[in-house]
Each structure stands twice: as C-alpha cells, then as structure tokens.
C-alpha cells in the first residue's frame, strides 16, 4: 500500500478544513401540527358532500344510458315506419292506376238506356224469327 506523502496530507488536510469551513444553507422547518376536531369535522363534511355528488353523477349515468335505449328504440321504429310508409305510399299509387284503369272500363261498360234499347232490339229480333214462316224474311 503507498503511503500519501507529506505534501498528499497537507492537501488533504486543507481540503478538509475548506469543506469544515463551509457554511451550508439552513433548511427551513415547517410548523407540522396535528389537525383540530373541526377541521376533521370539516373534511368528514366535504367526504360526504362528495359521496352525495357521486350518487347523483351515478343515477344520472343510469338514467342517461336508459335515454340513449329509448333513443334508440325510437330511432328504430322511425326507420321501421319509413319503410312501411314508403310500401303504403306504392300500394297508393298501384291503387291509383287500378281506379283510374276501372273508371275507364266503367266508362265503356253500355248504360241504362243503351241496355234498354239493346233489349229492345233483341225482343224484336226474337219476334221477328219467332213468327210462323218468318225466318227473318
């Protein structure tokens, strides 16, 4: 082991004396004191406020998630409603074109009158042909 020479200790020494000599910045010390009866009052209060404040945010949340399902639920029938609107409105139109096809063929079917007078004509048609030795000649 190499022993430090005189001039090695002197420094050392010196060194060390510096370090001694040093003043270092004091660390404050706070005030540490054990809480009152009222301010754990105060805290066991606002714990309470705040469990209460929890309860509601978590009767809103289940409230609000039965809001979104009914939403949806609405939105589903709406869209369900749609599409039996859209068949009702071509049933509509198919109805639409069969009146209108029916009226025309109303429209040509003989009258009263023409019934009458067609009778009329067919009875003397009858007779005509009927008639001993007519023939229709």
Do not use: C, W
């Not at 609405?74 to 049933?91: A, H, M, N």
């Not at 007078?117 to 023939?135: H, Q, S, V, W």
């Amino acid at each position: 082991m190499n022993q430090p020479t005189r001039e090695e200790f002197n420094e050392l020494k010196e060194e060390v004396r510096q370090l001694r000599e040093q003043a270092t910045e004091q660390i404050k010390v706070t005030r540490i004191e054990v809480a009152s009866e009222d301010v754990l009052k105060r805290l066991d209060s606002l714990d309470q406020k705040l469990n209460g404040i929890g309860d509601k945010q978590d009767e809103h949340a289940k409230a609000l998630f039965s809001h979104s399902k009914s939403v949806s639920t609405l939105q589903t029938d709406v869209s369900t409603l749609k599409t039996d609107v859209s068949i009702l409105k071509t049933d509509v139109s198919t109805l639409k074109t069969d009146v209108s096809i029916l009226k025309t063929n109303i429209a040509a079917l003989p009258t009263k009158e023409d019934l009458t007078a067609m009778e009329e004509r067919l009875t003397d048609t009858m007779r005509k042909y009927l008639r001993p030795g007519g023939n229709g000649h």
